[in-house]
């Protein structure tokens, strides 16, 4: 009888699994959203980090906006947030960015980051996502966040530290997975994974805008051998942007204009749309 009452708590429960995902579009973050998802967890939001300067040392900079994409696709709100990429202020500035949203608010996203000067070019008011998209679904405040870090502890340690300072938990449900079998299971499980930029010996043009598969993988995995690089990408010798994935409705079709340095390339991708 114990163990039942134990179980049956649905308000307790339902609270603790209340969930932010920092989403960049890519395949680690994309995999932490359906891990939270497999555990019923309610995820309020998809935050995505927008950085308006030249890099950043904790966030991908390429592609980003496909997270929106990603989102409407599945119903979950987007939460976009442009900081500077200043490694002495991005946290802060997420952290001052996410405290309302973590605490409990109606506020809509336009609300919430009005003073920022980006914030007409990154969300204009014909930006096709649902009127429901612009707002957090209740107002019950945040438990945790989950973020896709694979490798970095520069990154989860930062984001563990923000967290503890926001008073949530930091889950960090893929963290040192095994290089190979991670992009394994992504692949086998429909993930949709497309290389948008390419920084390492040993990958030419022709992967800028490859979409993986068994076999390109199996390539991939031979090169990252012969000229000893990470098959997961985790050392920046590429980012990626999902565009398809179990938990999705549907798919975002690009289109995109390849261009290479002779050194490294990159996908300019002009046109998105969920299909």
């Known amino acids: ?8 708590r649905p308000k307790a429960l339902r609270h603790f699994v209340r969930v932010l ?27 995505t ?21 990603q989102a409407a696709s599945a119903k979950i709100p987007w939460l976009p947030i442009p900081i500077t990429g200043n ?27 009005s003073s920022s000067e980006k914030s007409e070019a990154m969300w204009p008011e014909t930006w096709p996502w649902p009127d429901d998209l612009n707002r957090l679904r209740p107002r019950e405040p945040i438990d945790a966040i989950v973020v896709g870090a694979l490798r970095s502890d520069y990154q989860k340690t930062r984001v563990e530290r923000m967290c503890q300072e926001l008073g949530v938990i930091s889950y960090t449900p893929i963290w040192h997975n095994d290089s190979h079998q991670h992009m394994v299971d992504l692949i086998e499980h429909g993930f949709s994974i497309m290389m948008t930029s390419i920084t390492t010996d040993g990958l030419g ?13 199996r390539k991939l995995s031979k090169l990252a051998d012969d000229f ?9 010798e590429y980012e990626t942007a999902v ?13 995109f204009t390849a261009h290479w340095t002779g050194m490294r390339g990159w996908a300019d991708i002009w046109s998105a749309e969920l299909i």
């Open 1 to 8: 009888m114990l163990h039942l009452r134990l179980i049956y």
């Open 21 to 47: 995902i920092l989403g960049s579009g890519g395949k680690d973050s994309s995999y932490a959203i359906w891990w939270a998802m497999l555990r019923g967890w309610d995820v309020a939001g998809i935050v």
């Open 49 to 69: 980090v927008q950085i308006t300067g030249s890099d950043s040392m904790t966030f991908q900079l390429p592609t980003t906006s496909i997270a929106g994409l």
């Open 87 to 113: 490694p002495d202020s991005e946290m802060g500035d997420l952290k001052n960015a996410l405290e309302g949203i973590i605490q409990g608010s109606s506020k809509q996203r336009s609300e919430i980051w």
């Open 205 to 217: 043009k022709e992967w800028v805008g490859k979409i993986l598969t068994d076999e390109s993988f």
């Open 228 to 236: 000893r690089f990470n098959v997961d990408g985790e050392g920046g």
């Open 243 to 255: 565009l398809s994935a179990p938990w999705m409705d549907r798919e975002i079709a690009t289109k």
